[in-house]
C-alpha cells in the first residue's frame, strides 16, 4: 500500500463505519483482524494534518480515529472509513486545535469485516502561516508587525539582502512570543526583504508569511 496521500472529511465519510460492532477483532465473522496498525506519525499543517503510518499485512482498509480529548475513544464513530492506503490528510482540522489520532486496520471479505486493535496515538496542532506582514524603517532599525497565527505558539524572523521564494537560510530571530519584531541590526541603507514563519507548541514551522521590503534610514542633518 503507497504512501501517497489520502484525503477525506467528516461530512463525507462520518459515520459511515461499515460494521462498527467489529471493533478490535473482529468477532462473530470468519475473518481473522490485521495486526494493529504501528508507526503512525502526524504532521501539522495549515488547516490539516498529515497522517502516515506502516502498512498492516492482511489489511485491506484503514479507518482513522480523532479526538481533541487525551485519549482516543474507538467505541465512537471513526472519522473516516475504507481508506485504502497508508496515509490520510484530515483536511477538516481547524488551525489552533490540538487533535489526538489513532488508525486500525480492517479485513474485508464478501461483505464480512475484522478490525484490528488500534495503533498507537498521534498528536497534531495545525497552525496557519503568519498574515499581514507589515513593515516601519527607522534609523538602524525596521520595526515589524504581523497578524497573529491561529495555533502559533512563536515565530521566526527571516531576512535577506534579495527576494526570496520563502522562509531561506538560517532565521535572523528564532522564538519571537508577540506578533512584532524590532530589527535593531539593521544598516542605513540597505535594502532588507523580511518574511514570518508560525512555530507551533509541538516545534513544527509554517508557510512563510507573505514578503515585505524596507529600508532603514538615518534623517538628514539639520540645515544652518
Known amino acids: 500500500m503507497a504512501g501517497c496521500s489520502a484525503t477525506g472529511t467528516n461530512e463525507e465519510n462520518a459515520g459511515g463505519d461499515d460494521g462498527g460492532g467489529d471493533g478490535g477483532g473482529g468477532s462473530g465473522t470468519g475473518l481473522s483482524a490485521p495486526a494493529a496498525p504501528s508507526g503512525l ?3 501539522p499543517q ?3 494534518a498529515q497522517l502516515s503510518w506502516e502498512a498492516s499485512e492482511g489489511a485491506d482498509t484503514y479507518r ?9 475513544d474507538t467505541s465512537s464513530s471513526p472519522l473516516d472509513t475504507g481508506i485504502d492506503q497508508s ?3 484530515d483536511e477538516t482540522a481547524e488551525n489552533g486545535t490540538e487533535y489526538v489520532y489513532a488508525v486500525s ?3 474485508s471479505e464478501d461483505g464480512e469485516s475484522a478490525e484490528s486493535g488500534t495503533s498507537g496515538e498521534a498528536e ?5 502561516a503568519p498574515s ?4 516601519t524603517s527607522q534609523d538602524l532599525e ?3 508587525s504581523w497578524e497573529a497565527a491561529a495555533g502559533a505558539d512563536t515565530y521566526n524572523v527571516y531576512r535577506s539582502t534579495s527576494s526570496t521564494d520563502g522562509a531561506e537560510g538560517e532565521p535572523l530571530a528564532t522564538g519571537v512570543a508577540e506578533a512584532s519584531y524590532a530589527d535593531t541590526t539593521a544598516e542605513n541603507g540597505t535594502k532588507y526583504y523580511y518574511r514570518v514563519t508560525s512555530v507551533n507548541p509541538s516545534g513544527a514551522e509554517s508557510d512563510a508569511s507573505s514578503e515585505v521590503e524596507k529600508t532603514p534610514f538615518s534623517d538628514p542633518p539639520d540645515r544652518p
Open 87 to 89: 496515509s490520510y490528510t
Open 46 to 48: 495549515d488547516g490539516d
Open 132 to 135: 499581514g506582514l507589515a513593515g
Open 41 to 43: 506519525a502526524a504532521t
Open 142 to 144: 525596521v520595526a515589524l
Open 64 to 72: 482513522v480515529y480523532r479526538s481533541t480529548s487525551s485519549e482516543v
Open 124 to 128: 497534531a496542532i495545525p497552525f496557519a
Open 105 to 107: 486496520a480492517v479485513a
